[in-house]
């Protein structure tokens, strides 16, 4: 069983900064991708960004150049970070993993329940 917790989000001010971290925790799993997703209110979810065990990052096309992904996996953390949010940042973040147990079995996806981050004046 994995389990993801997301934490970081809050009011933040336009132009302010954005520092997200997920921890996966379990007693026996192995992670292969890591990401990050967002989702406002009656609107479609979206990817952010994605990292590899290789900690080869990508962003889609509306976040490159302004969020940056990152991962450690000796602690099995995930971080998303940004210097300059918009109004339109506003949403719940979702940590995302692609996990299995190590006894065996198919990698799934497994998420966290989300964190809201709310940018406004």
């Known amino acids: 069983q994995v389990q993801l917790l997301e934490s970081g989000g809050g009011l933040v001010e336009p132009g302010g900064s954005l520092r997200l971290s997920c921890a996966a925790s379990g007693s026996s799993f192995a992670i292969d991708t890591m990401g990050w997703y967002r989702q406002a209110p009656g609107k479609q979810r979206e990817l952010v960004a994605t990292?590899?065990?290789?900690?080869?990052?990508k962003y889609a096309a509306a976040f490159a150049g302004r969020f940056t992904i990152s991962r450690d996996n000796a602690y099995s953390t995930v971080t998303l970070m940004s210097d300059s949010l918009q109004a339109g940042d506003t949403a719940v973040y979702y940590c995302y993993a692609h996990v299995k147990y190590v006894s065996g079995g198919s990698f799934y996806d497994t998420w966290g329940q989300g964190t809201q981050v709310t940018v406004s004046s």
């Open positions: 990292i590899s065990p290789g900690y080869t990052a």
